[in-house]
């Protein structure tokens, strides 16, 4: 961090405090790179953001403090040499949210285990001078437990049996109980001692009123488990996000290092005709609520760590299958089992590689190797494919530091160029000494298509910096060809679909010819793509194309299937940029 900014009191200077409900602290995890790969919703509402603007975006260049970027990376760097143990850095200073607004607040980045071998840095945010909890318990006096203050079952219990019955003013509202339980008790306190054990407890039992809205209830219900009644929701995806909220990661300091704590959560809603009797079948209403929680938190039980099940009988298999992919991602992304293979792109006039597309596969640990079409449709309903090609564009860059001599192609998703994409991209080339030509942004045309300025503000910049941009799955996007003119496009890779029926198909021949000619003609680069055969390979190279790819010449293998010993091959190209940016195929 900037080495420490002035304090600032929240509201002076014209500087507007967050609001309220949002002035709780939050939490980032990101990589040691400072890609965001998760982030809490107390985080987001501090700095003005939703979850997409923030996950895959290196966080110190969204979230700025005192005005210029911490340099995080070597703030992690710091961390790393001080070992394990070493206190969090933390700064107060000046917070620039996302809207333009900015508060007071104090930062910290502490270390927290690692994932796959790299570090998980957790970065905290709260604002300066923050200490109060908020007011959410049930009413004062009912048998509160001494380790957390909070109220147990037979409070509980008569708090539902009154929400649910008849005796409050107009119609019952409509509720949702989420029944958790802390995953790690038994191992913190094997571990640690009772005593951190206690701790953890005492944190979540304060954590989990802050994860909710004023008027929501929280007990203690057994020594691990906690009941939270949430007023006013009828809906089974608000009451599955509700939980997920409050089932988040939760990162608590104990015995000197920092311990991250998932919980559990079943939930269940209040059926609409649950109520409105009297107190005797509220009562038993409660009790029913209580129960199908309970069987629900038995279910994500088995399911595993941070799961969340909801008791719904007929809404759950949808909400539940949307819901697992995204949480399973997110832990996936976590523990580092995303992985960048490498597919060879050949040079077909000098019979050369001369370098690799990069792409995404998850090495789930119980699906197996996953392809992108696995799991990205459900990234890209969450933002996470950001954080997917966050997390290839990064492992892309250090292999073309390690490997001189080819370039690497990386895809990047349309949402993805939001103004700050370029920007991460030559930032992490110069950090590496990486020359801007050996990268290749590959972009599907339907990118284009839409008539936004700012991914035409992104090529323009990742083309004035000198990283070539090839346009993707060229001949299906049904684009105006006007664009090629308009926009940096340095090269198109003719889609797999015109290549797969060569040689015999006359129409796919003729169009293999015409894209061969477009290209000629405005001096672009062309590739093809899905070359299955030497035929196939022949003919292209007869008819213009300069580039290649398929499997052919090889799939998609780790970097250590293309580097066997070490050393680069001997069939590498000399150091020479692999696609010379604007040469004519
Ligand atoms: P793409 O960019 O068109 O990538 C080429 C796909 O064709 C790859 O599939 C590759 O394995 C496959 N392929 C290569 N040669 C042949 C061949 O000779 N025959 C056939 N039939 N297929 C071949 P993959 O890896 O499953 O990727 C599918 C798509 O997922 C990619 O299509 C790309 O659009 C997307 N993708 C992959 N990695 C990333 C990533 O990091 N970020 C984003 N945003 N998208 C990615
Ligand atoms: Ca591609
Ligand atoms: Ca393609």
Redesign the pocket.
């Given at each position: 961090m900037t080495g420490g900014g002035a304090l600032v009191e929240p509201g002076a200077d014209g500087r507007r405090a967050p609001r309220a409900g949002s002035d709780r602290a939050g939490t980032a995890l990101t990589d040691d790179d400072g890609v965001v790969l998760e982030v809490d919703p107390a985080y987001c509402a501090l700095v003005a953001g939703r979850p997409r603007d923030l996950l895959g975006r290196r966080l110190h260049e969204v979230v700025r403090v005192d005005g210029g970027p911490f340099d995080l990376p070597a703030a992690v760097a710091r961390l790393l040499a001080a070992g394990s143990g070493a206190p969090p850095l933390s700064v107060e200073g000046v917070v620039h949210r996302l809207d333009g607004t900015s508060f007071a607040a104090r930062s910290s980045l502490s270390l927290s285990g690692a994932a796959a071998g790299r570090p998980v840095v957790v970065a905290r945010l709260a604002p300066a001078g923050d200490g109060a909890e908020p007011a959410r318990a049930l009413p004062a006096g009912a048998g509160r437990d001494a380790l957390t203050g909070l109220p147990g079952r037979p409070a509980l219990l008569a708090a539902l049996t009154a929400l649910l019955g008849a005796d409050g003013p107009g119609a019952p509202a409509p509720l949702a109980v989420v029944h958790c339980d802390v995953d790690r008790l038994a191992v913190v306190n094997d571990a640690l001692g009772r005593g951190a054990g206690d701790e953890l407890l005492a944190v979540v039992a304060r954590a989990l009123p802050q994860r909710l809205r004023a008027g929501d209830l929280v007990a203690r219900v057994a020594p691990d488990e906690f009941v939270a009644v949430l007023g006013a929701v009828a809906d089974p995806a608000t009451a599955l996000r509700a939980a997920r909220r409050l089932a988040a990661p939760l990162v608590v300091p104990l015995a000197g290092r920092d311990v991250t704590t998932t919980l559990r959560a079943g939930v269940a809603l209040a059926r609409p005709d649950a109520g409105g009797a009297g107190p005797e079948e509220a009562a038993r209403a409660a009790e029913a609520l209580l129960r199908d929680a309970s069987s629900a938190l038995g279910e994500a039980g088995r399911a595993g760590r941070g799961a969340v099940r909801l008791h719904c009988p007929a809404a759950r298999e949808r909400a539940l299958r949307s819901l697992d992919a995204e949480e399973d991602l997110r832990r996936g992304l976590r523990r580092g089992e995303l992985e960048?293979?490498y597919?060879p792109v050949v040079d077909l006039r000098e019979q050369r590689r001369v370098g690799f597309?990069?792409?995404?596969?998850w090495r789930h640990p119980e699906r197996g190797l996953l392809?992108?079409?696995d799991f990205?449709p459900a990234a890209e309903e969450s933002g996470l494919?950001a954080v997917?090609?966050a997390v290839?564009l990064t492992a892309a860059l250090d292999f073309l530091q390690r490997r001189p001599g080819v370039h690497v192609a990386?895809?990047?998703?349309a949402r993805?160029l939001d103004g700050t994409w370029a920007a991460t991209v030559t930032e992490g080339l110069a950090r590496r000494g990486v020359a801007p030509q050996r990268l290749v942004v590959?972009l599907?045309e339907t990118a284009l298509l839409a008539d936004d300025p700012v991914p035409v503000a992104e090529l323009r910049a990742l083309s004035a910096r000198g990283v070539p941009v090839f346009i993707?799955?060229f001949g299906t996007g049904w684009a105006a060809l006007s664009y090629l003119r308009r926009l940096p496009v340095d090269g198109v890779?003719l889609d797999?679909s015109f290549v797969?029926d060569l040689p015999g198909d006359r129409d796919c021949a003729r169009i293999a010819d015409a894209v061969a000619a477009l290209a000629a003609g405005l001096s672009l680069q062309a590739l093809a793509?899905?070359?299955?055969t030497a035929a196939q390979a022949r003919l292209l190279a007869e008819r213009g194309w300069r580039y290649a790819?398929?499997?052919?010449f090889g799939?998609?293998e780790p970097e250590e299937h293309w580097y066997p010993a070490q050393g680069v091959r001997a069939t590498d190209a000399p150091a020479r940029p692999g696609c010379p940016s604007r040469e004519p195929a």
């Open positions: 960048v293979h597919q597309e990069a792409l995404a596969r392809l992108p079409a990205l494919d997917v090609d290839v990386v895809n990047v998703s993805r590959e599907l993707d799955d890779k797999r797969a793509e899905g070359v299955e790819q398929g499997w052919h799939r998609a």
